[in-house]
């Protein structure tokens, strides 16, 4: 059996902790600039000093406190995307599996179109009609992930509906609406939760890309993406504006993708009956 | 005294179309999985329904069910059709015709705890407050021999012969007339076997429930039924009360169904039929009798003609035209 992932858990305990306390963690002001300490290195690296541990950007604001109040953002929107999304993927999956015939069609085909479609540039066209914001980012995202929870959670469903207490609960009296509730939809939200912890580091760097490209929240709030992209044009003589956010980034998104693998095997009964 | 007529099945159908391509749909023709069957059961009876694979037994329970809409001809049940109903008659009829599947391990909901699954007819009909319905949880528990405290556990914490008397507790809940038990018993070990039919047995001599008792185990069927009809591709080619058939065989194909089954006296010769080749598709079955094609008595005239069911002696009937002089 796999080994807890202690060391993933204990990153995203950390990153979550900084989205929930960062008015109290963060030692600066993400946004307030101090021209006169602009372009600071981190602590050590030649001068560097204690003031800003993880230096400063160019327009002397703390890199520090822009990550801690950027994990807010991030998990924010992760958290949305993920219930908005999933959400409505879960439920299509659920009807198209169960319903079959011209319902599954008609919704299978819809997700088909979903995945040809090229969702940056939706998410482009989106923030250009309703405005940046997290709004903006949060549909975008989740209309990028409908589409892969539908058609998992319709698989499962297909399978699940063949076994014999889904025509039992049809001889006890029950109503499709109550089968899909109290019969399928129990039984396949492991396999929900698991494609939710696959699919956050999804989300993560969609939400940054997105901010990366102006599409996101606007500036000053500070998102990790947002700082990658300032960064972008001193990556020669204030590197850390950029890696820092980005080795965030590279942490998180590798922690709960650890995770989720873990939990997807965790809850697998097939493995866990061995 | 006759027994009152509880379920009557007349001229039932049901043929599944077969289709080829997607958008431009070509029909190939229709698998006959059920072709033209009618027999009764009586309140409190027991109907056996023999046959091979693919024969068409697990379709017609699905059609006594409601789980399937027939091509033609119709089912009813103390009097009423069942087919078509709706809203409240069909709620009505659900809570008089229960089923018990011979899959343990598939038939009960993982994620519902057994008192649940047990009380599920009576929660969507609205049958009590949920003190009464736990009272009654616990009375069905105590009925099919388990403990009341076991309403609280989820499915993986019992073994299949327990898993099978929780699918009993479930269907009796609605206190139906009737229970179509599809294959009960034949997922179990043969050690738990006799325990679940003596179960069954006690609770239709307690309740006066009737069962249509689908099996391919002739050791069941002669142990548990009043009547026995065996099916071939679709058709009923034999039907008559239990004692009378295992007493005088009369069929061909039920008479090969006899020889497959290990005999009780191994030395005592019997003329054996050993059949030969598969069971030729429903998609195109034979023309004239079914069997004659693998039956070993076929005259020229079983390829041109299809033999009727007609009575060969007093409630015993057979298809076959060997047996139309009598």
């Given at each position: 059996?796999?080994?807890?992932?202690?060391?993933?858990?204990?990153?995203?305990?950390v990153?979550?902790?900084m989205?929930?306390?960062?008015?109290?963690?963060?030692p600066?002001?993400?946004?307030?600039?101090?021209l006169?300490?602009?372009?600071?290195?981190?602590v050590?690296?030649?001068?560097?000093?204690?003031?800003?541990?993880?230096g400063?950007?160019?327009?002397?604001?703390?890199?520090?406190?822009?990550?801690?109040?950027?994990?807010?953002?991030?998990?924010?929107?992760?958290?949305?995307?993920?219930?908005?999304?999933?959400?409505?993927?879960?439920?299509?999956?659920?009807?198209?599996?169960?319903?079959g015939?011209?319902?599954?069609?008609?919704?299978?085909?819809?997700?088909?179109a979903?995945?040809?479609f090229?969702?940056?540039?939706?998410?482009?066209?989106?923030?250009?009609?309703?405005?940046?914001?997290?709004?903006?980012?949060?549909?975008?995202?989740?209309?990028?992930?409908?589409?892969?929870?539908?058609?998992?959670?319709?698989?499962?469903?297909?399978?699940?509906?063949?076994?014999?207490?889904?025509?039992?609960?049809?001889?006890?009296?029950?109503?499709?609406?109550?089968?899909?509730?109290?019969h399928?939809?129990?039984?396949?939200?492991?396999?929900?939760?698991?494609?939710?912890?696959?699919?956050?580091?999804?989300?993560?760097?969609?939400?940054?890309?997105l901010?990366?490209l102006?599409?996101?929240?606007?500036?000053?709030?500070?998102?990790?993406?947002?700082?990658?992209?300032?960064?972008r044009?001193?990556?020669?003589?204030?590197?850390?504006?950029?890696?820092?956010?980005?080795?965030?980034?590279?942490?998180?998104?590798?922690?709960?993708?650890?995770?989720g693998?873990?939990?997807?095997?965790?809850?697998?009964p097939?493995?866990?009956?061995? | 005294?006759?027994?009152?007529?509880?379920?009557?099945?007349?001229?039932?159908?049901?043929?599944?179309?077969?289709?080829?391509?997607i958008?431009?749909?070509?029909?190939?023709?229709?698998?006959?999985?059920v072709?033209?069957?009618?027999?009764?059961?009586?309140?409190?009876e027991?109907?056996?329904?023999?046959?091979e694979?693919?024969?068409?037994?697990?379709?017609?329970?699905?059609l006594?069910?409601?789980?399937?809409?027939p091509?033609?001809?119709?089912?009813?049940?103390?009097?009423?059709?069942?087919?078509?109903?709706?809203?409240?008659?069909?709620?009505?009829?659900?809570a008089?015709?229960?089923?018990?599947?011979?899959?343990?391990?598939?038939s009960?909901?993982?994620?519902?705890?057994?008192?649940?699954?047990?009380?599920?007819?009576?929660?969507?009909t609205?049958?009590?407050?949920?003190?009464?319905?736990?009272e009654?949880?616990?009375?069905?528990?105590?009925?099919?021999?388990?403990?009341?405290?076991?309403?609280?556990?989820?499915?993986?914490?019992?073994?299949?012969?327990?898993r099978?008397?929780?699918?009993l507790?479930?269907?009796?809940?609605?206190?139906?007339?009737?229970?179509?038990?599809?294959e009960?018993?034949?997922?179990?070990?043969?050690?738990?076997?006799?325990?679940?039919?003596?179960?069954?047995?006690?609770?239709q001599?307690?309740?006066?429930?009737?069962y249509?008792?689908?099996?391919?185990?002739?050791?069941?069927?002669?142990?548990?039924?009043?009547?026995?009809?065996?099916?071939?591709?679709?058709?009923?080619?034999?039907?008559?009360?239990?004692?009378?058939?295992?007493?005088?065989?009369?069929?061909?194909?039920?008479?090969?169904?006899?020889?497959?089954?290990?005999?009780?006296?191994?030395n005592?010769?019997?003329?054996?039929?050993?059949?030969?080749g598969?069971?030729?598709?429903?998609?195109n079955p034979?023309?004239?009798?079914?069997?004659?094609?693998?039956?070993?008595?076929?005259?020229?005239?079983?390829?041109?003609?299809?033999?009727?069911l007609?009575?060969?002696?007093?409630?015993?009937?057979?298809?076959?035209?060997?047996?139309?002089?009598?």
């Amino acid at each position: 059996m796999h080994r807890v992932p202690w060391i993933p858990i204990v990153i995203i305990a950390v990153m979550i902790s900084m989205a929930v306390f960062a008015p109290q963690l963060a030692p600066y002001s993400p946004i307030d600039q101090t021209l006169r300490d602009k372009l600071l290195p981190p602590v050590w690296v030649d001068g560097g000093s204690m003031k800003y541990i993880l230096g400063t950007d160019a327009f002397g604001r703390d890199i520090l406190s822009r990550l801690i109040f950027g994990a807010r953002v991030s998990l924010i929107v992760a958290l949305l995307a993920l219930t908005a999304g999933g959400g409505v993927g879960l439920t299509i999956g659920i009807v198209a599996g169960y319903f079959g015939g011209t319902v599954d069609n008609v919704l299978m085909r819809l997700v088909d179109a979903a995945f040809t479609f090229p969702a940056i540039l939706f998410a482009l066209l989106l923030a250009v009609t309703m405005g940046q914001g997290l709004t903006t980012l949060v549909i975008a995202i989740s209309l990028l992930l409908w589409a892969s929870f539908a058609r998992i959670i319709r698989g499962e469903v297909l399978a699940l509906k063949q076994r014999d207490f889904v025509a039992l609960a049809r001889v006890r009296g029950c109503s499709p609406a109550r089968i899909m509730l109290t019969h399928i939809l129990p039984n396949v939200l492991n396999t929900f939760m698991v494609l939710v912890t696959l699919n956050i580091g999804v989300v993560i760097i969609a939400e940054a890309s997105l901010s990366f490209l102006g599409a996101g929240v606007p500036p000053p709030t500070p998102t990790w993406g947002l700082m990658i992209s300032d960064g972008r044009g001193r990556i020669a003589d204030a590197w850390w504006i950029s890696v820092i956010p980005g080795i965030a980034i590279t942490l998180l998104v590798l922690s709960v993708n650890l995770f989720g693998d873990w939990m997807r095997d965790r809850l697998d009964p097939r493995l866990r009956q061995l | 005294m006759i027994p009152e007529t509880l379920l009557r099945v007349e001229r039932l159908r049901k043929h599944y179309p077969v289709t080829k391509g997607i958008l431009f749909t070509k029909s190939l023709g229709f698998v006959r999985a059920v072709d033209d069957i009618s027999f009764t059961i009586a309140a409190g009876e027991t109907l056996g329904l023999v046959g091979e694979s693919g024969c068409g037994k697990t379709t017609t329970s699905k059609l006594i069910l409601n789980l399937e809409e027939p091509t033609d001809g119709q089912v009813l049940l103390q009097g009423k059709p069942i087919h078509g109903l709706r809203g409240e008659a069909l709620r009505e009829y659900r809570a008089l015709a229960q089923a018990v599947f011979q899959d343990p391990w598939s038939s009960l909901n993982p994620r519902m705890t057994v008192g649940r699954t047990i009380a599920e007819s009576l929660i969507v009909t609205g049958w009590g407050s949920g003190e009464e319905i736990a009272e009654r949880i616990r009375e069905l528990l105590d009925q099919v021999g388990l403990r009341a405290e076991q309403a609280m556990q989820y499915p993986h914490e019992f073994s299949g012969g327990q898993r099978q008397r929780i699918a009993l507790a479930a269907a009796l809940a609605s206190r139906p007339k009737l229970i179509v038990l599809d294959e009960p018993v034949s997922a179990l070990d043969v050690s738990i076997r006799a325990q679940i039919m003596n179960l069954l047995k006690d609770i239709q001599a307690r309740d006066n429930v009737a069962y249509l008792l689908v099996a391919h185990d002739l050791a069941t069927v002669r142990h548990m039924t009043d009547q026995t009809a065996v099916m071939y591709l679709g058709r009923i080619v034999e039907y008559a009360p239990t004692k009378l058939l295992f007493g005088n065989v009369l069929h061909p194909y039920t008479k090969a169904l006899f020889s497959a089954v290990l005999p009780p006296r191994p030395n005592r010769q019997e003329d054996e039929i050993v059949l030969a080749g598969d069971v030729p598709s429903p998609l195109n079955p034979p023309g004239g009798c079914r069997f004659h094609t693998r039956c070993p008595f076929a005259m020229a005239r079983c390829a041109r003609e299809e033999p009727q069911l007609h009575e060969v002696e007093p409630g015993h009937l057979v298809s076959c035209f060997l047996h139309e002089a009598a």
